[in-house]
């Protein structure tokens, strides 16, 4: 039977993209279909030169690689109001030009690659009579419907590797430095990578802080023979008491004075008054966290949703989602997976792993 | 409550039994019980210098690196017939001895951590009135008592980094190149980093291969527009029909001749003839596979798997083991976890995955 | 001859200095010389728990990491007025102290491993009477009196590092990355990086430029073809015109709205005017660019400096400075060395080569 | 003026050849050059299908990776009686037929990437009437005339690395490690990785070593304190008294039971007579140094080859070789170049360096 598949990647781009879209042309090539690949997201549904058709040959060595070779955008026709997770509908017109285009590319199902966002656009195509098989991505691993999700062990890797990095700088010069990393509404990053890095502290939306509290923590560690701290903070961490710290549009951007430095000025009030008895550092790894090589794990991940994606069309299961659960990979239901967020559960055994180390939150 | 722990490395090294200890280390700290340190394997329990205090200083920074500041060994006192695996009897006189170290230094539990050989010792240490809490050691993952275990990311990082190395080498000359990696019975670390790191063919224990199918392999990519090969074989493949070729006494240990040098000139044999029309080279990994810096990932089990046991020692929990099952750390009785190893299902998700993709088994 | 010497790291940490300590003691320990280090730089010199005595034990495995373990700081009495890089006269009495513990602890020579600043403070001391051999340490590679100096290729190598993982995600958005590495006066870690990782434009303080001229550059990437683009700016970069950018007190640490976020504020007021056209994110390197592992070549320099130092010592030829020329590690007298500054040449080959392969300098 | 140009890589392949190529093809590019690349080095010269196009697009982000796009070979017509040295005549019939490709493309001039056979190829060449323009490939950095060369840092690089990994292993068990590494005729990778990589003791093909004296550094470690020990030894490490190790074809091969093999079977009968104190392992390194990113270095040697061999064509100044020299990119004549090999002086600063942090040579 030759068939022909569309794909995308769509959202933030994260290690594992290039995973996804080998496995689905490796997996597609040995049932003899055709793959064509949308280029920028949906937006290459639209435009005239929109797409390109992904081999064997141009698709090599492409899963060892981060980005995505289709390119990605957050923003054009299919991001409903209220941002990349609005719940707004899609213009008949957009649906309509995408049933055209797919039509004409005789393109039977579309694989869509994007996170929570981007698959509600994908329900909708579904929804609409297009066969739509969803593939999950979130750096941030805070997507309910799948346990684990590529990008994120990278990210994690990223931040593991910064903190290896600012433990020999923080422990000579006997400083503070502080570490703002991804997680906005999830502090799954911060978990992860400041457990694997060796943060002293580590502050995440889900488990409200106080300047107070992060500054007796600074000074206990100096009082135990420990003259240098390092602190992670999701870019999401809030304080407790209600106030928010969070005000990016966007996820992994680098922004002008972002928590990071609020909480570098907090503390330093609180430590280095009348006199500086402790320099505080900060930095902020922003972008670079979503680019670099993919790990193991995260190669493995993708390449396995894009078999999988295959493997639903092939059994003509749209509608669904790939997701990972119990070591498997399995399906879900698009509709049901969208808008349910997974988060850090405070009483949770790696919370509690944290603290019986002396990891503190600042609670 | 003041109180003294023992604690030891055992078998051969792997990434994440410094997290381990540390683990162990801070969790008592918190507690203000004293951790005292066996050096190499259970030979620290009979030797007169065989200890030293972990403190909370001298455990700074460990987590991040590799191998284990305690020593270990595969060999001593405490090895019974049949090596490592062996199911003889502790010498009574052995026995005596460790329970009158521990007596002398107070210590009223110890933890042992090691493979399946070591928590063999230390059930029969249980089982003579020894306070023993087990943690499980495999790098190459093949402990049916626990899900996964710290080490195995590390290894299947340094094979996939391997790979990537020698793709843009067999590339550019246009040859066939086979990695021997660790493995003797249980294929995962093959499977894991074949997968990851673009393998074109991966033979494992579990699947045996005929030497024929593998040329076929090579043939039918030259034939499909790509000349160059790389396979990954684990020490402990083996051939269609019977045929043995693991030959080494310990795994991870480089071999002259071991199996990824037969490999290379039986393929020579089949596809070279008459003529050379491929050149074929090989890469034996060894050790390098045991060494480097733990993978995020392996930080957080080994942390996990060292506040668990102390967390055993103080609910009492003596004659338990810790085991990682569905995203969890646990306890199951160290008796019935020895012995019974978890090996690559043929008709598992992730064979039909690599199958998917084109990856060969040479079956 | 049994001897005792002294050795310290002051100013700014770098990947090398631990490198240079080994050397120090490994050569010493075969003289059988006894060799004392001071902690927290000169500072420690004034208390009375300064020092450590340095073996071939403690000093095991130190080489390949960051950092110094003997500590560090750019704060305290020995700073001349006017900062580090201040001309003042040290305070009578301090020098009186530093002579009084040398006594005490009878050491014979001294090492001094630093930058500028501190090796005017060698200077000084030797004038004072001391046994004083200098060992320059520059991370921005700034020191006219050097060819090389350890820490440098390893700044570069983590910008390098940024890089590739920058490009990655820069074309996945198709997007403009600028990222802010160190170099106050001397813009060599952002020529070096920016060449090595691929960099489109590189700003320096030695080559003025426009922001129009910048933003030129950017519409003729894109004309052609290349719809991202990745700057690379240098923290001490100058506009052409006089205008002054830099306003920090310390070259590495991440400041508030620095020259990198100006850059974007800028280039989007050119470029995204009337409407979007290009999204643009700041990435500042900070602190990551001082730690890590150092590479092969800061290990080899810094090895060999110490080796030398202590050579030095043994001829007696005191208030010299170990000195890279010519492939050569050679000796110059520390007087005639600081305060030259060593800049990149707007004619040099390397800016050249930039230019040939089409590196924009906004110049 | 528009012009077309050859350019083809030849040889072993190593990190830094796709610098230099699109080194070469920016810098056409400004020029509005046309590039032909060769394909499988100067084998591509002669077969209809041997060659394609090298664009700005197609170069794009290859400097980053080790290999060749063009790809290359050690075999083939243009190798001359006596193998990749030989010192014979290329065939006429050879050289006529190069002459048709290169007038039949257009070719102007043909830029060779090559070693110590291919720069005599482009010599004969040369003097056959055809605009040749040498740069200089040597991964063991054994080319009199040029002080460095791209892919040698690499190489070290991987080294060291693999000894990072060694250490930790050898420390956990007490072992000797023995790794064994490229350098058939100079020991430049041996005697820097070795140093970076914190060896204990290092063999070179130029200073002969006794296997007595190797055992004898082995107990001295042993008896001061580190029951550990790292061995390094170049393939053509060579015994004192004229028995010679080296057999190898082709150097980078991984070669059943080579030298790596032989120095721990001999040290084993020394050491563990009659009974068994110390395990001893091998690695042997193979192709993985070949393989891999380039490191910072080699992505800007290769690049400045690159456009210094554009200029040199430019110039018109055939025959002519790049090369580095005194911190500068400078071109020689090929034929003064060939056949010069640069070894290990015995008593050169870095042998003296290693000497004086206790490195034993075996001598």
């Given at each position: 039977?030759?068939?022909t598949?569309?794909?995308?990647?769509?959202?933030?781009?994260c290690?594992?993209?290039?995973?996804v879209?080998?496995?689905?042309?490796c997996t597609?090539a040995k049932?003899?279909?055709?793959?064509?690949?949308?280029?920028?997201?949906?937006?290459?549904?639209?435009?005239?030169?929109?797409?390109?058709e992904?081999?064997?040959?141009?698709?090599?060595?492409i899963?060892q690689r981060?980005?995505t070779i289709?390119g990605?955008t957050?923003?054009?026709?299919?991001v409903?109001k209220?941002?990349?997770g609005?719940?707004?509908?899609?213009?008949?017109?957009?649906?309509?030009?995408?049933k055209?285009?797919?039509a004409?590319?005789r393109?039977?199902?579309?694989?869509?690659?994007?996170?929570?966002?981007?698959?509600?656009?994908?329900?909708q195509?579904?929804?609409?009579?297009i066969?739509?098989?969803?593939?999950?991505?979130?750096?941030?691993?805070?997507?309910e419907?799948?346990?684990s999700?590529?990008?994120?062990?990278?990210?994690?890797?990223?931040?593991?590797?910064?903190?290896?990095?600012?433990?020999?700088?923080a422990?000579?010069?006997?400083r503070?430095i502080?570490?703002?990393?991804?997680?906005?509404?999830?502090?799954w990053?911060?978990?992860?990578?400041g457990?694997?890095?060796?943060?002293d502290?580590?502050?995440?939306?889900?488990?409200?802080?106080?300047y107070?509290r992060?500054?007796?923590?600074v000074?206990?560690?100096?009082?135990?023979?420990h003259?240098?701290?390092i602190?992670v903070?999701?870019e999401?961490?809030?304080?407790a008491?209600?106030?928010?710290h969070?005000?990016?549009?966007?996820?992994?951007?680098?922004?002008l004075g972002?928590?990071?430095?609020?909480?570098a000025?907090e503390?330093d009030r609180?430590?280095?008054?009348?006199?500086?008895?402790?320099?505080?550092?900060?930095?902020?790894?922003?972008?670079?966290?979503?680019?670099?090589?993919p790990?193991?794990?995260?190669?493995?991940?993708g390449?396995?949703?894009?078999?999988k994606?295959?493997?639903?069309?092939?059994?003509g299961?749209?509608?669904q989602?790939?997701?990972?659960?119990h070591s498997?990979?399995?399906?879900v239901p698009?509709?049901?997976a969208?808008?349910?967020q997974?988060i850090?559960q405070?009483?949770?055994?790696?919370?509690?792993?944290?603290?019986a180390?002396?990891?503190?939150f600042g609670?």
């Amino acid at each position: 039977m030759n068939k022909t598949i569309g794909v995308l990647t769509s959202g933030g781009d994260c290690p594992g993209l290039n995973a996804v879209l080998r496995g689905v042309v490796c997996t597609a090539a040995k049932l003899d279909w055709k793959v064509i690949g949308f280029r920028d997201g949906y937006e290459g549904l639209l435009a005239d030169d929109g797409h390109m058709e992904l081999t064997l040959q141009n698709t090599e060595g492409i899963m060892q690689r981060g980005g995505t070779i289709l390119g990605t955008t957050n923003r054009g026709h299919f991001v409903r109001k209220g941002g990349s997770g609005g719940r707004g509908r899609l213009d008949p017109v957009v649906i309509a030009r995408t049933k055209e285009t797919l039509a004409r590319l005789r393109i039977s199902a579309l694989v869509t690659i994007g996170g929570d966002g981007s698959l509600s656009t994908s329900q909708q195509l579904f929804e609409a009579g297009i066969n739509v098989i969803g593939v999950p991505k979130t750096i941030d691993n805070d997507l309910e419907a799948t346990e684990s999700s590529f990008g994120f062990d990278s990210a994690v890797a990223c931040v593991t590797d910064a903190l290896d990095r600012l433990h020999t700088t923080a422990r000579a010069h006997k400083r503070v430095i502080i570490i703002e990393v991804m997680g906005r509404h999830a502090g799954w990053i911060a978990l992860h990578g400041g457990l694997a890095g060796g943060a002293d502290a580590i502050l995440l939306p889900e488990i409200p802080f106080s300047y107070d509290r992060l500054a007796d923590a600074v000074r206990a560690r100096e009082k135990s023979g420990h003259p240098s701290t390092i602190i992670v903070v999701a870019e999401g961490a809030r304080l407790a008491g209600g106030r928010e710290h969070y005000h990016a549009a966007q996820s992994g951007e680098y922004r002008l004075g972002g928590i990071g430095e609020t909480v570098a000025h907090e503390l330093d009030r609180r430590i280095n008054r009348p006199r500086l008895t402790k320099e505080i550092r900060t930095c902020v790894l922003g972008h670079l966290q979503r680019g670099g090589d993919p790990t193991t794990l995260d190669r493995i991940l993708g390449t396995s949703f894009g078999v999988k994606a295959v493997d639903l069309i092939a059994e003509g299961k749209f509608g669904q989602m790939v997701s990972y659960q119990h070591s498997q990979v399995l399906n879900v239901p698009i509709a049901s997976a969208v808008r349910r967020q997974k988060i850090v559960q405070t009483d949770c055994q790696m919370v509690a792993t944290c603290r019986a180390i002396g990891i503190s939150f600042g609670d």
